[in-house]
């Protein structure tokens, strides 16, 4: 077994200064089990941990890294901006370049704008919503996660699934009150509140590809009824494409269904890295965005060059290579081999895969919404994800979590992945 020393004197200082010694609730390893390694440095496919053990990551920081680690153009890029002055508080050429590159991959996003992070994207959609129709209510989908604003904490899978905790502390009843959860995949149920609400519904708000509790594909009924009710009503309709914009394809999940949203939120890949999230939709919806309208959003530090450096040369060289689709073969290959090494040990397996998102649950399945997940073995996947560890490969710390391949990662990786796999499955 690899020592991770270090990682232990690390987290043991952490934790006396960081709440759980970490800035992120998922990253401290509480649902698998044991401690997180910290990272030294990461190239291509691969992390080294502080003891200098390697992983095959598909982590990826969450996602955003379609091009893997350091990769040598975006770092060339940042380092030439940084030259240039880390921040200005004033605009920049930048930000109307990376805003063209997004628009041409979503042209449903007449206008957009820049934010730090997806939790800001979704929280700022939702004030558009309700600044454009004048509506309170708000609908999201159990198991789908927006970011941490306080109105879509409710039922949010991933971290607070985790966890075990489903609405967070902090946030009072009065503000909660104006989100309606309702499940996934279930168009009747979501019909029905229309019946009942439609008039003083702002907003539905989803991730039209489930990614935060595992990996969940949409019926095409739910996503049509979901693009009719909102019509049929005058509320707006969010697609919270913060993992799926440049993963489940070029133009996201609404170019893959023929859906358009009213609003659309992106992150992750859009920042190469960095911290940047967006928010954009139809123009007349996005002109009531200060300082054209009434409603307020700001960022002292949003469009920051830096940010929009490597968010420009990231969706630059993804467009260039065919990004994500250039990665199927690859997913293919990983998909299949995880099913036959788990078909191999017997172990109930429910693999799902779209473009390069991948998930493995630890059950028969199908699994079509946040119930069905929740039905996985937890404590087996926890043993799976650290036999991985031991064995050079870093999976997500939880089972509701999704894996992402980049486009460093090789075939070799695949295969070396398969294998480990393999001995893993064995060992449950
Ligand atoms: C990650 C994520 C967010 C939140 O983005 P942060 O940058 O972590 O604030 C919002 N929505 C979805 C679908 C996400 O996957």
């Not at 049509?224 to 969010?238: D, F």
């Not at 939709?281 to 490597?310: D, F, W």
Request: hydrophobic share 40%; with cysteine.
């Amino acid at each position: 077994m690899n020592s991770r020393k270090k990682s232990e004197m690390l987290f043991e200082s952490a934790q006396r200064r960081i709440p759980g010694g970490v800035d992120s609730p998922v990253r401290a390893f509480r649902s698998v089990g044991g401690n997180p390694y910290f990272v030294d440095r990461g190239a291509g496919s691969r992390i080294w941990d502080a003891d200098g053990n390697a992983y095959i990551d598909y982590v990826l920081s969450w996602g955003p890294l379609i091009l893997g680690h350091a990769h040598p153009r975006v770092v060339e890029a940042l380092r030439e901006a940084a030259g240039r002055g880390t921040s200005y508080g004033a605009p920049t050429a930048a930000e109307t370049e990376l805003a063209e590159l997004v628009q041409d991959a979503f042209p449903s996003m007449e206008l957009l704008r820049f934010v730090n992070s997806g939790t800001e994207a979704t929280m700022s959609a939702i004030r558009v919503a309700r600044g454009f129709t004048g509506r309170n209510l708000i609908v999201k989908f159990e198991g789908c996660y927006h970011g941490h604003a306080d109105g879509l904490l409710v039922k949010a899978g991933s971290g607070g699934a985790t966890l075990g905790i489903p609405d967070s502390a902090g946030v009072p009843e009065d503000y909660a009150r104006n989100t309606i959860t309702l499940p996934y995949n279930d168009p009747r149920a979501l019909e029905e509140l229309f019946l009942r609400e439609g008039k003083n519904i702002a907003a539905v708000i989803l991730e039209p590809v489930g990614g935060n509790m595992g990996l969940v594909l949409p019926d095409d009924s739910f996503i049509e009824m979901v693009r009719r009710a909102t019509k049929g009503s005058n509320a707006l309709l969010i697609f919270d494409e913060v993992m799926t914009g440049f993963r489940v394809g070029h133009g996201g999940a609404q170019k893959l269904f023929g859906i358009q949203p009213d609003l659309t939120t992106l992150g992750k890949v859009i920042g190469g890295g960095m911290p940047v999230g967006a928010y954009g939709g139809r123009r007349e919806v996005m002109e009531v965005v200060a300082p054209l309208g009434p409603v307020y959003q700001a960022g002292t530090l949003s469009g920051n060059p830096l940010a929009m450096a490597a968010g420009i040369e990231t969706l630059r060289v993804v467009k260039e290579e065919g990004l994500p689709e250039a990665l199927e073969a690859r997913g293919k290959q990983l998909e299949e081999g995880m099913a036959d090494a788990a078909r191999e040990a017997g172990v109930p397996a429910y693999g799902v895969r779209l473009g390069s998102m991948f998930c493995t649950f630890f059950q028969e399945g199908p699994v079509r919404n946040f119930e069905d997940a929740k039905r996985s073995d937890t404590d087996r996947y926890g043993k799976f994800f650290h036999a991985m560890l031991e064995r050079g490969v870093s999976l997500a710390p939880s089972q509701f979590e999704v894996g992402f391949l980049s486009s460093a990662h090789t075939e070799a990786d695949i295969e070396a992945t398969v294998r480990a796999a393999r001995e893993a499955f064995a060992t449950l």
